[in-house]
């Protein structure tokens, strides 16, 4: 009720009497959580109405905040775990864990990037390019992994040719790669950021961290919309590995046949670290001259198929297009089982058709049937 007051009572006295009580109870730990829970709910409703008993919500639709919600939300706190020193970062920051803190987040982004607010969306796209406040810090990046994943929900971080709103934010903020560095499993998306914000010293850290799945995130940027400077700045870094483990992913991965390491292979003339591959890499990435002159009649390839199945798809799938002989030995046919003859099996264990023949329990009857005489 204090946040529907402060935001629109008619006396003025009034409002800046809750809103004088409205920062004492947000300068106190204990009342913090519930604080932006409350202005979290005036944002969520379309109307609010005092009806003398209670506050009535109305969550139809999701105006802008009340001017002065924004203003108390956005004001300079002296004390803040984390930058900006802000009421909305102080509230962040002290809200319970597991207690919606990614909501309150995913609130702020969304407001950063579509209110119609002109000025507050201004001042959250400043203060989300340089927070360290671990909820914001999270939910920007799982808004940039949603966008590589083609799962952005109408959000893009480059069209027509200019970064987004999202994309300047996230080429901004200097906190983002320490806050992906704690997950293993965003090492690739940790690599990627790290080449768009021309941070050269954190992303061979995320690339050695876990080559294979840095490296797909790279491939996955070559697909998409981003400027050509960034572009090539990728295509640059596939293409200028030193020898190692990154490099060998790079090999291992045209290995498999992923079209932009297949390409950055033959074109920076990497060679995989064990020999033993080097004629089916060779082989697969269609670099005829050198394979020729390594193995002139195909002998030693046959061999290394005939004991090593790993690459056999890759392989005969380049073969066939290339025409050229398929390395591998055929593959034996099962053998064929015996066919079952098409005639009636004997009459074992049947009952037998004239019931003179067989004595089935008759007794001393001779040729009876069941205890009865056939004659």
């Known amino acids: 009720m204090l946040v529907w007051i402060m935001c629109s009572a008619r006396d003025e006295r009034v409002a800046q009497h809750a809103r004088r009580t409205m920062e004492a109870l947000a300068a106190d730990p204990g009342y913090r959580y519930e604080t932006l829970y409350a202005i979290w709910r005036v944002s969520q409703s379309k109307e609010s109405e005092w009806d003398g008993r209670r506050l009535i919500w109305n969550h139809d639709a999701r105006p802008d905040l009340p001017p002065a919600a924004k203003t108390f939300l956005l004001a300079p706190v002296q004390e803040c775990a984390y930058v900006p020193a802000v009421r909305l970062v102080c509230l962040l920051g002290s809200a319970r864990s597991g207690g919606g803190r990614w909501r309150y987040a995913d609130y702020v982004v969304q407001e950063a990037l579509h209110s119609t607010d002109e000025r507050f969306r201004a001042q959250l796209r400043s203060l989300l390019s340089s927070t360290d406040q671990p909820d914001l810090l999270d939910e920007l990046l799982r808004c940039f992994r949603d966008c590589l994943h083609d799962r952005g929900f109408g959000r893009r971080l480059w069209h027509r040719g200019r970064p987004t709103a999202l994309m300047k934010i996230l080429l901004a903020n200097p906190h983002l790669l320490s806050r992906s560095s ?145 390395p591998f030995p055929p593959i034996p046919k099962p053998p064929t089982q015996p066919k079952v003859s098409g005639g009636r099996s004997s009459p074992i264990g049947s009952w037998p058709t004239n019931p003179g023949v067989t004595d089935h329990g008759g007794g001393d009857y001779g040729g009876s049937y069941g205890g009865f005489s056939t004659h």
């Open 182 to 326: 704690d997950h293993y499993d965003r090492s690739g998306e940790a690599a990627l950021l790290a080449i768009l914000q021309d941070r050269l010293e954190m992303l061979t850290m995320h690339l050695e961290r876990n080559p294979m799945a840095a490296l797909l995130e790279l491939y996955r940027a070559l697909q998409l919309p981003l400027g050509r400077e960034l572009k090539d700045r990728c295509r640059r870094l596939l293409r200028e590995l030193e020898p190692g483990p990154v490099r060998e992913a790079v090999c291992q991965h045209a290995l498999r046949g992923k079209a932009a390491a297949v390409q950055a292979a033959v074109e920076a003339g990497y060679r995989p670290a064990h020999e033993n591959e080097l004629l089916a890499f060779l082989f697969v990435t269609e670099q005829w001259e050198d394979y020729d002159r390594a193995d002139p009649d195909g002998s030693l390839l046959r061999a290394y198929c005939a004991e090593n199945d790993t690459h056999r798809w890759r392989i005969v799938e380049v073969a066939r297009r290339a025409r050229r002989p398929n």
